[in-house]
């Protein structure tokens, strides 16, 4: 598989790049439709994403904000990805109350998964074994090749049927609530913004290895990268 790869110096200036990416996406979709839908990943590298975002141009009134996944705590828990895309993003534009479609996850994970899988079936108007066509994802890759929620060896990769479920992830002190491969695949544009060292080794195996999502989940979808040089130095070391 090839892969459309931007690299830049650090992290500020892959989100950066990465923000500017997604904007003309959603005015595209904009351009068509009467709203655009865009899905958000947490952890630490999307702040500088976000940010960049909020100082954009869009329509806020006419789109839709989801997640890719979501740690199960109250939205106020600083680990949660609703309070990063809040901080960030959300409240720093004008956008609908309604709009925001965030993962209720203080109801616990396995509720959170249904009632989320829910939502987006009504939202988008999905009909038994249809996918939502999210217009911009935006995910990230953490140092073993997951991305989402979904974990190497993870039995939900299997799952193409499903929106959203439940996952257990032993090294990581929450339950989460993760979107599944099937809407991931059916997004009509996502990026991917990896930063760091200790992601290098991985993304040079998701780039280089063949196609196996069971063992590096990032590998699903086909996504546009957007890495910093120190998470691209194996694959400048094997170019």
């Known amino acids: 598989m090839r892969y459309e790869v931007h690299t830049y110096p650090d992290l500020k200036a892959a989100a950066v790049a990465c923000a500017d990416a997604f904007v003309p996406w959603i005015e595209e979709a904009l351009a068509t439709r009467a709203y655009a839908t865009v899905a958000l990943s947490g952890g630490s590298s999307p702040k500088q994403m976000f940010a960049r975002l909020a100082e954009s141009k869009l329509d806020w009134s006419r789109i839709h904000v989801f997640w890719v996944d979501e740690r199960a705590v109250p939205p106020t828990d600083p680990a949660s990805n609703y309070k990063l895309a809040a901080e960030w993003l959300l409240t720093r534009v004008k956008i609908p109350e309604g709009n925001v479609h965030r993962i209720r996850a203080e109801l616990g994970a396995e509720t959170a998964a249904r009632t989320y899988s829910q939502e987006i079936r009504e939202f988008f108007g999905l009909r038994t074994g249809e996918m939502p066509e999210f217009d911009a994802m935006q995910r990230g890759m953490g140092p073993e090749a997951h991305t989402a929620s979904l974990f190497p060896g993870q039995p939900l990769i299997a799952d193409r049927a499903g929106i959203a479920a439940a996952v257990e992830v032993p090294a990581t002190p929450h339950g989460r609530i993760t979107l599944l491969p099937g809407p991931l695949v059916a997004a009509r544009r996502t990026v991917m ?40 130095a194996s694959l400048k070391a094997g170019a």
Request: charged share 20%; net charge negative; no cysteine.
């Open 193 to 232: 913004l990896v930063s760091g060292a200790d992601k290098a080794e991985s993304l040079r195996a998701v780039f280089e290895a063949p196609v196996d999502p069971m063992k590096y989940p990032a590998q699903l979808g086909a996504p546009v990268w957007f890495v910093d040089e120190p998470a691209a």
